[in-house]
């Protein structure tokens, strides 16, 4: 098997680089990037006897499929979601599966048409939010007869002790993408109403809730994301109650960046009077990614959960999966790292094996093989609990 990594010097990269060169059956993995320091940084963690190097221009279509079509048996699309669209369209254009990280929003339709016609494989969502959430909402979902509950909460964020700043926040991926984040808006249900919350207000107190995940205390949540969409992949549409989909940060976190909402600091239109067109959001961008970054060894976490409620077999079902991930100082792979770049691995060797043989746009809700997938994310340390209990009280 041959696999290409775009973006595979990056944090994510490297560690899609490093389960790939633990397989057997992976021969070839082509390091596709525009540089190489991280992946050169990182060499002694990989099986450098099977990697090789390709500079690339992930702005141009021809130059990614010329990539592709050199023996390629799966692409895994880690760049910028920028560059999603055109990296999907040079596999299909190639005739070669792809696996990325990112919302299947951010495809055009263009992109489902024409894989579902060239009859390729392009699985969107492969990461940890979206990904391994929507592996176990779509396992979940289908071990009840009705789902009248759904609420799936995933965040990274510091370890307690590395959260020393005003935002109790620290940097494992693209900042941009954070930001990108609080700008995006939420939908949810609550009590059968279907509820639009403006990416300005998500952080506002009304919205927030508390959580504990196996124990940890300290941690609020705010909404973010469309539930209703993956209430409809999931076909419970009909019959749910409530659905959300939120995001985890330590406690005082959104109180921050309610304030720097409130004082324009997310705005995108220059600020009068400043050389050059620099906006608040560019500024904000620019000033506090390099002051967000972890000491070495500090360590991050990824905490996940998802609760299931409904009915089987005329019974008031709850389901609880649980994850909670850490950095792994020896290799310096961040748990955000490893739970996406793993992910995305794990699944593009699943495909690239005949594992999954499905063409056109996927869906980890309901093309991933559950027990599989656990087996394989639990044999890189990282470990889901599952708990299932009887319930007394119907929300029906």
Excluded at 26 to 54: W, Y
């Amino acid at each position: 098997m041959k696999v290409v990594v775009l973006g595979g010097s990056g944090l994510q990269g490297r560690a899609a680089l490093q389960d790939l060169g633990k397989n057997s059956q992976v021969r070839e993995i082509v390091c596709a990037d525009a540089s190489f320091h991280g992946m050169d940084s990182f060499q002694k963690h990989l099986n450098m006897d099977r990697i090789t190097k390709r500079k690339i221009d992930a702005t141009s279509q021809e130059n990614l499929v010329e990539v592709f079509q050199e023996g390629a048996d799966v692409v895994i699309d880690l760049l910028p979601k920028k560059f999603n669209e055109i990296a999907a369209m040079a596999a299909i254009e190639a005739g070669v599966p792809l696996v990325n990280c990112s919302y299947a929003s951010g495809l055009s339709s263009e992109v489902f048409e024409k894989a579902a016609e060239k009859e390729v494989a392009i699985m969107p969502e492969a990461g940890l939010d979206p990904g391994i959430d929507l592996v176990l909402c779509g396992y979940g979902v289908h071990q009840l007869d009705e789902v009248h509950e759904l609420i799936s909460y995933c965040g990274g964020i510091p370890a307690a002790e590395a959260a020393d700043n005003p935002l109790k926040y620290k940097m494992t991926w693209n900042f941009d993408s954070t930001l990108m984040s609080y700008k995006r808006p939420a939908l949810i249900m609550r009590n059968r109403e279907i509820i639009d919350i403006p990416a300005d207000d998500q952080h506002n107190e009304k919205w927030l809730t508390d959580i504990t995940i196996s124990g940890l205390e300290g941690l609020e949540t705010i909404p973010n994301g469309n539930a209703m969409k993956f209430a409809r992949i999931l076909g419970i549409a009909d019959e749910v109650i409530n659905t959300e989909r939120r995001t985890i940060r330590w406690q005082g976190h959104a109180q921050f960046w309610r304030n720097m909402v409130g004082l324009g600091f997310l705005e995108r239109e220059p600020v009068p009077g400043l050389d050059g067109d620099i906006t608040p959001y560019q500024f904000m961008l620019k000033h506090l990614e390099p002051r967000l970054q972890y000491k070495e060894n500090e360590k991050d976490l990824v905490l996940m959960k998802n609760i299931i409620r409904g009915k089987k077999d005329g019974k008031d079902i709850e389901l609880v999966y649980e994850l909670i991930d850490e950095r792994d100082v020896e290799t310096g792979l961040f748990a955000m790292n490893r739970t996406v770049g793993y992910t995305a691995s794990i699944v593009a060797q699943m495909i690239g094996n005949q594992t999954i043989t499905k063409k056109g746009v996927l869906s980890p809700t309901t093309d991933i093989p559950y027990e599989l997938f656990m087996e394989e994310i639990g044999k890189r340390g990282i470990r889901i609990h599952e708990k299932k209990r009887q319930l007394n009280n119907s929300l029906a």
